[in-house]
């Protein structure tokens, strides 16, 4: 895990030191943003329920690396469980950001269980977004959406701009819904929030069920990959550091607050402040020039059953990332060559391979 040293824009340094909440902090990403968060001196409320989705240990060993860190408190609570969740927020009245990371993830899981998408990315927004808009003092609201929204697009690159009504995926149906949910939010009650589209994480301490994990696995193991579409795939693979800097750009950037519209609302009337930005590489990657790269890190060649697509897969993804260049100054910087070898490094020394 690595921890570059990120700064606030000099407009904070003058401010008593923020108290972030992070959901999913024993996730992947959660676990590499509360890290940055607190290496740059924040305070940290980890927030997770350690489901057993995937193995429970990794999710306890990435805790392990925060809880070192006196600025890092950590609760086990399901965001769905609002009463529970709120009770965080009044035992921490100093809270006054919050990064929502906390969801049910997985294409292909939410084709078989699609009760439990909903029960976390649309009840646990909402269960988020009430406890921000409910606690004083509250000044912004970043939270995970995904490049999944974008169903079965074939305009390349996707564009925050690009019409989002056609998810293929249960689970991208719920990340689309906690979308609209925000923007409500931020239209009624002027709750400051941005959401952001990340574009296939990879790295250390990444998820089982992800591609680089399970290849990487199998290779080990000396047992055959699976390669969906017959290796006929696209993906913009986005390195873990670079997304976790765009996340902490994106909270140090809230959107304007303007005034309540009252209806009826004109073309011309101030937007609500709540805005959608992708986070990716800007790189559409061959599959297997990425299970290429895997088997050179490893040093040893894949077997390969070549699969037809999954329901609920896309052939490419491929982000239009200006506007987050933009607004939110993110440059990713990591290319599959330089970040695949820390992932296996990495790999190899959690295994003990």
């Not at 676990?31 to 999710?59: C, F, Q, T, W």
């Not at 993804?317 to 990713?332: G, K, N, V, W, Y």
């Amino acid at each position: 895990m690595t921890t570059p040293n990120y700064r606030r824009p000099l407009v904070y340094y003058w401010e008593f030191l923020m108290t972030v909440l992070v959901t999913g902090a024993a996730g992947f990403i959660g676990m590499h943003v509360s890290a940055v968060l607190l290496a740059r001196g924040e305070r940290v409320i980890g927030v997770d329920n350690l489901n057993p989705y995937y193995d429970v240990a990794l999710k306890q060993a990435r805790l392990a690396r925060l809880q070192s860190d006196a600025h890092f408190s950590f609760h086990q609570v399901d965001i769905a469980d609002s009463t529970a969740f709120r009770q965080i927020w009044t035992d921490n009245p100093d809270i006054n950001q919050a990064v929502h990371l906390a969801a049910q993830a997985g294409v292909r899981y939410s084709l078989s269980h699609p009760e439990a998408y909903t029960e976390t990315n649309v009840a646990g927004h909402l269960s988020v977004l009430e406890a921000c808009r409910h606690h004083d003092g509250f000044r912004h609201l970043v939270y995970a959406s995904s490049s999944s929204v974008y169903g079965a697009n074939t305009q390349m690159p996707f564009s925050v701009d690009d019409r989002v009504d056609q998810p293929i995926s249960m689970y991208a149906a719920t990340k689309r819904a906690a979308e609209l949910m925000s923007e409500t939010y931020a239209h009624l009650y002027r709750l400051p929030q941005t959401g952001l589209r990340f574009f296939t994480v990879y790295g250390p301490w990444g998820r089982p069920d992800m591609s680089a994990f399970l290849f990487a696995r199998a290779i080990f193991d000396g047992q055959p990959i699976h390669v969906f579409n017959h290796g006929d795939m696209k993906r913009d693979f986005t390195y873990i550091d670079d997304i976790v800097a765009g996340v902490v750009n994106a909270l140090d950037r809230p959107p304007p607050v303007t005034p309540p519209v009252t209806p009826p609302v004109t073309p011309s009337a101030p937007p609500s402040p709540h805005r959608l930005y992708n986070l990716g590489n800007h790189r559409s990657e061959k599959l297997m020039d990425f299970i290429g790269a895997i088997e050179q890190a490893i040093g040893r060649e894949a077997e390969k059953i070549m699969e037809p697509m999954q329901p609920g897969d896309v052939p490419e993804t491929f982000a239009d990332i200006a506007a987050s260049q933009r607004d939110l100054d993110f440059q990713p910087r990591t290319t599959i060559a330089e970040g695949i070898p820390r992932f296996i490094a990495w790999f190899r020394d959690y295994h003990g391979l």
